[in-house]
């Protein structure tokens, strides 16, 4: 089909190519957080629930939150023009929520998806490629790694940033997020993801101080453990089944919920291996400061071509997120200040980010 958008127009000194990527000599170091789940439905409502005016209904599964730190030695465009441009470095480093949604009525049309938060690169084309086609909201960060970063996980991220907003104060960068901990001991390694999951599960995991934000929810050892809870249930029911002012579809009961959610997770993935993203992509007005020129919720699908091996690594880790009012990610996720952790896990693979599809437009 002929596409009825303008041309963009590829101005010199634009290094970004066209979609979709390719990702080669990728290492993706992910831990297990125990967040709040109430805090990260009101940031999915902001984001998802609230633009698309109830199109679409999205709700957050767990309060499990994802910590993925994305070391990429090549990534480069696949597209015919820009195929020969030549390559980037890209790491790539954020929090992620699980939620379930779609079209409201039509509880078969219904995804999986993971929701970025609050993501850091230290590539400006990879802010601007993952900004402007996609709507990743990506920021610029400085790295500093413990030892090798594909071999070592542990890091500080310092951002540009406001710890207190202050009309006389002025932005600084200073150190956001901080894996620290003893140097990391052997790989162990798991047949999948599955394993991966089970093997969190199974390590022995401090408790973590009281989360702000996180109300009464309390913390759990097995990651996404809590997705099928009778309130998820209830709640993904009443929104599959429409407005129900309109009584134009039976809203569908908590058993058929149960199995169709069951169905989904057990295709769980990390981001970048076959899971999709859900992402707000907009555009602020010239004209009117506080509307949006471009507005829309796209989704987009990447998708492991090779996986050379999944592990776990055990150790005596701790990830501090420093609090910031213009970053607040301890508020947004419902995540505390120190996390202890004893497990994370690594991916060694290869993927492709394809073209994305645009579920809703305002």
């Given at each position: 089909m002929t596409s009825r958008l303008p041309d963009f127009v590829d101005a010199p000194g634009r290094l970004v190519g066209a979609a979709p990527y390719r990702s080669d000599g990728a290492v993706l170091w992910g831990a297990f957080l125990n967040g709040g789940r109430s805090a990260q439905q009101r940031a999915c409502d902001r984001l998802l629930n609230t633009p698309c005016g109830g199109a679409f209904a999205f709700r957050v599964l767990s309060r499990t939150v994802l910590y993925a730190a994305l070391l990429a030695e090549r990534t480069y465009s696949l597209h015919p023009r820009d195929a020969g441009r030549g390559a980037m470095r890209e790491r790539d480093i954020g929090f992620w929520s699980l939620v379930v949604g779609g079209p409201r009525g039509d509880l078969t049309r219904w995804r999986l998806y993971w929701l970025p938060h609050f993501l850091f690169v230290d590539s400006a084309s990879a802010m601007a490629s993952g900004r402007e086609v996609y709507g990743y909201f990506k920021d610029i960060g400085a790295f500093t790694f413990a030892g090798s970063p594909t071999h070592d996980p542990r890091m500080v991220i310092a951002v540009e940033h406001m710890k207190r907003f202050d009309p006389a104060g002025i932005a600084a960068s200073a150190p956001l997020v901080h894996l620290k901990g003893k140097a990391p001991g052997a790989l162990h390694d798991a047949e999948d993801f599955t394993r991966l999951l089970a093997s969190s599960a199974e390590a022995p995991q401090a408790a973590p101080a009281p989360a702000p934000e996180s109300g009464t929810e309390t913390g759990t050892d097995a990651p996404f453990a809590d997705a099928l809870d009778s309130e998820i249930v209830d709640a993904v029911a009443a929104d599959a089944g429409g407005d129900p002012a309109e009584f134009?579809?039976?809203?569908?009961?908590?058993?058929?919920?149960?199995?169709?959610?069951?169905?989904?997770?057990?295709?769980?993935?990390?981001?970048?291996?076959?899971?999709?993203?859900?992402?707000?992509?907009?555009?602020?007005?010239?004209?009117?400061?506080?509307?949006?020129?471009?507005?829309?919720?796209?989704?987009?699908?990447?998708?492991?071509?090779?996986?050379?091996?999944?592990?776990?690594?055990?150790?005596?880790?701790?990830?501090?997120?420093?609090?910031?009012?213009?970053h607040p990610i301890g508020a947004t996720l419902g995540l505390a200040h120190r996390t202890p952790l004893s497990t994370l896990f690594r991916v060694d693979m290869d993927f492709t980010v394809p073209t994305g599809r645009t579920l809703w437009r305002g």
């Open positions: 134009t579809r039976k809203a569908p009961d908590a058993r058929e919920v149960r199995r169709y959610l069951e169905g989904l997770l057990a295709g769980l993935k990390p981001p970048r291996m076959g899971l999709p993203t859900v992402l707000l992509k907009q555009i602020p007005d010239a004209e009117e400061p506080l509307a949006a020129a471009h507005l829309s919720i796209v989704t987009v699908e990447p998708v492991a071509d090779t996986v050379r091996a999944f592990a776990t690594v055990r150790g005596a880790f701790e990830l501090v997120i420093e609090p910031s009012d213009s």
